[in-house]
């Protein structure tokens, strides 16, 4: 037998044993002042007492993954990343079911809620949720970190923490760490779309939904029951296909006439796909957005357009963003080899692992019309692209075609008219935000 935490054991704690004779087991099993949870392969047992505080305040944080997780990163947040339907801090909200705080970069926390708090758990924001997890957060003692594969999941600390450079320094004042848990986490952008699908079909069980295809006229072809509807939906004259996986469709979506969907699928409030769409499975259409063409296992992640016939495959779109029509991204290199693409800390491209990866677009870019991305292009924060032949496989931030730069009261001005479109104003956060990016470019 052996312990995973040194610390002296007292009523607040919990400790993680594991054991390998069946007289330990046994043992543990008739303690009075202990719960005992069987769990994994290898029978590990997680032994804690009935005394351990209840979680009085939860606060999702930028762990070190955020930086690889840029351009995505730049303008929010890693807890307000689209993953399946949900955002992350939605998923974790469902949960835990209570109201998580955030706190990001210092240039981006205006946009957050956050509060100083004692008796605080930190949760890193690129964890995604899952029952187990949920159970070994909510028995973290005081002053106790739980750790996965060299990634800390979770804090639970004394100290009031204001920053991220606190928390770090609260970090390393606590010596003791549980291992191990098995969990996602969305290390880099590329992880999004590839966990996409499996994350559409836990959202819709997080939610609770019921398949209702009943709700969808008679002019519609369906396969499969796994279709969910909220109100206010429209789609007339087109095909879904749930057998793979489900289909939803969010309040006040629309499917126009001649779509061809397959499932995993979730299209979110207020967004619409053109007439004659075709959307292959893993797919996430975020809140209104509007789609055309030819989609595949991408995330786009809300208010955006894709609003006319062109390709868009395994790729991650940020919001405010409006692809071009004839837009094509390749997402398989001729060699069928793995993708390399651009990581802003290694300032240099990186093995992906994946042999299928699209584009990766920041918040507030553009593409002109025909434009042809290759294989792992990332294109950075309001972007402008444009020109002849392929762009290059990184386009920096604020970049106006290959070697202007886009200046920053123009992406003012271009924001606002976009996002006055759909009823929402600029920010002078958003200002302050946009005004970093670019003086840090």
């Given at each position: 037998?052996?312990?995973?935490?040194?610390?002296?054991?007292?009523?607040?704690?919990?400790?993680?044993?594991?054991?390998s004779t069946n007289s330990t087991k046994n043992t543990l099993k008739n303690n009075l002042v202990s719960k005992i949870f069987y769990k994994s392969r290898n029978i590990t047992l997680r032994l804690f007492y009935f005394y351990t505080m209840p979680i009085q305040h939860i606060v999702l944080f930028d762990g070190n993954e955020r930086n690889n997780l840029l351009p995505l990163t730049a303008t929010r947040a890693v807890a307000d990343i689209r993953i399946g339907i949900l955002t992350i801090k939605e998923k974790w909200e469902i949960q835990l079911n209570v109201k998580v705080d955030i706190l990001t970069q210092?240039?981006?926390?205006?946009?957050?809620?956050?509060?100083?708090?004692?008796?605080?758990?930190?949760?890193?924001?690129?964890?995604?949720?899952?029952?187990?997890?949920?159970?070994?957060?909510?028995?973290?003692?005081?002053?106790?970190?739980?750790?996965?594969?060299?990634?800390?999941?979770?804090?639970?600390?004394?100290?009031?923490?204001?920053?991220?450079?606190?928390?770090?320094?609260?970090?390393q004042k606590i010596d003791s760490v549980i291992l191990p848990f098995n969990n996602s986490i969305i290390n880099y952008p590329w992880d999004i779309f590839s966990f996409n699908g499996q994350e559409i079909k836990n959202d819709i069980q997080r939610l609770g939904l019921k398949p209702n295809p009943e709700k969808l006229s008679s002019t519609n072809t369906l396969l499969g029951n796994e279709i969910y509807v909220e109100e206010g939906v429209i789609c007339e004259c087109s095909v879904l296909n749930a057998k793979n996986g489900p289909v939803y469709l969010g309040k006040d979506s629309e499917v126009m006439e001649g779509c061809t969907v397959r499932g995993p699928f979730a299209l979110g409030e207020h967004a619409a796909l053109k007439m004659q769409t075709k959307v292959y499975g893993d797919t996430t259409i975020g809140p209104h957005s509007k789609v055309g063409g030819e989609v595949s296992n991408s995330v786009i992640f809300g208010y955006s357009n894709k609003g006319h016939d062109g390709f868009l495959g395994n790729s991650v779109i940020g919001e405010w963003c409006n692809l071009g029509a004839d837009t094509n991204n390749s997402n398989l290199k001729n060699n069928y080899g793995k993708v390399k693409a651009y990581n802003y800390p290694a300032k240099d491209y990186i093995n992906t692992g994946l042999q299928f990866c699209g584009l990766i677009m920041g918040d507030h870019a553009k593409s002109s019309i025909n434009t042809?991305?290759?294989?792992?292009?990332?294109?950075?924060?309001?972007?402008?692209?444009?020109?002849?032949?392929?762009?290059?496989?990184?386009?920096?931030?604020?970049?106006?075609?290959?070697?202007?730069?886009f200046e920053l009261?123009?992406?003012?001005?271009?924001?606002?008219?976009?996002?006055?479109?759909?009823?929402?104003?600029?920010?002078?956060?958003?200002?302050?935000?946009?005004?970093?990016?670019?003086?840090?470019?």
């Open positions: 037998m052996y312990l995973t935490r040194t610390t002296p054991v007292n009523k607040n704690y919990w400790i993680q044993l594991v054991v210092e240039y981006l926390q205006a946009k957050y809620t956050f509060e100083k708090k004692e008796n605080t758990v930190f949760i890193n924001a690129s964890v995604l949720p899952n029952q187990e997890l949920v159970i070994a957060i909510e028995q973290l003692s005081n002053n106790s970190i739980l750790e996965s594969d060299k990634t800390i999941v979770a804090v639970k600390t004394n100290e009031a923490v204001s920053s991220l450079q606190e928390l770090k320094l609260a970090v042809m991305f290759n294989t792992g292009t990332v294109v950075g924060v309001c972007a402008n692209v444009f020109g002849s032949g392929f762009p290059s496989k990184f386009v920096p931030d604020f970049a106006w075609g290959n070697d202007a730069v009261e123009k992406a003012y001005e271009v924001a606002q008219r976009v996002m006055e479109r759909r009823g929402i104003s600029l920010s002078e956060a958003d200002r302050s935000i946009l005004k970093y990016i670019f003086e840090n470019k």
